[in-house]
């Protein structure tokens, strides 16, 4: 079996040992922009992307648009510092966290997006 490979989006670089301490096992890049994430996804296998809701010259939103017109279809967990929860009615969201994010739940809404992908 395959490890799953999921693309981090945050211009912080400590979100990527999150990531990696809440999926062991897991291939995990991560980037800092819209742009770099759209470049990701066009030249690597991605399951599942975790991405910081403000990014850096664009939004997640942005990023969301961008990977549906290109044809990426991509399960997406949002993450942001901001105190109240988020809802997002993208299809692509499957969650969305507030920051500090808990590393069980992160864990849970990953393996559940890349189970539901890889038996789409």
Known sequence: MRAHCV???D????SLDVVRHAL?????HR???VYEALAHVAGHRVDALVSERLLPGASADQLLQRLEHAGYHVPVIL???RRTPMEHHHPFVVAAFTKPVDVDALRAAVLAATATAASA
Do not use: A, E, N, Y
């Not at 211009?11 to 400590?14: A, L, R, T």
């Not at 062991?24 to 995990?28: R, S």
């Open 7 to 9: 693309l981090v989006v």
């Open 11 to 14: 211009p912080d670089p400590g």
């Open 24 to 28: 062991p096992g897991t291939d995990v």
């Open 31 to 33: 980037v800092d922009s």
């Open 79 to 81: 993450c942001s510092h």
